[in-house]
């Protein structure tokens, strides 16, 4: 079971990304995922949530530019990211709260990360 975000890289200053969470193996089910970012010498900082039925939360600062979504039968999260500046840059990371089947068909809870997709935006 493993978390691949992808999507990332070099952009313009008011241009736009979508970063996508893909998670791969026996899943039984998918709950909340998160976008989470983390700058060059910064703490990583959460963007936003999604549960499993579609419900969103965002960080207060992260509103308006940023829309998380998801496709339950894809089993991909979205992060779509318009206006970007500058300060957006930084490595995202996906994470989820997931059930897989281990090898011996038990159900197994997790909460796993992805490797992150850096996202670099010029001025």
């Known amino acids: 079971v493993q978390l691949q975000a992808s999507g990332g890289g070099l952009v313009q200053a008011g241009n736009s990304l979508r970063l996508s969470c893909a998670v791969s193996g026996r899943i039984v089910r998918i709950n909340d995922v998160g976008w989470f970012r983390q700058a060059p010498g910064k703490q990583r900082e959460l963007i936003a949530t999604?549960?499993?039925?579609?419900?969103?939360n965002y960080a207060d600062s992260m509103k308006g530019r940023f829309t998380i979504s998801r496709d339950n039968v894809k089993k991909t999260v979205y992060l779509q990211m318009n206006s970007l500046q500058p300060e957006d840059t930084a490595v995202y990371y996906c994470?989820?709260?997931?059930?897989?089947?281990?090898?011996?068909?038990?159900?197994?809870?997790?909460?796993?990360w992805g490797q992150g997709t850096l996202v670099t935006v010029s001025s």
């Open positions: 994470n989820a709260d997931l059930i897989y089947y281990g090898a011996n068909d038990n159900m197994v809870a997790t909460y796993l």
């Open positions: 999604i549960t499993s039925g579609g419900s969103t």
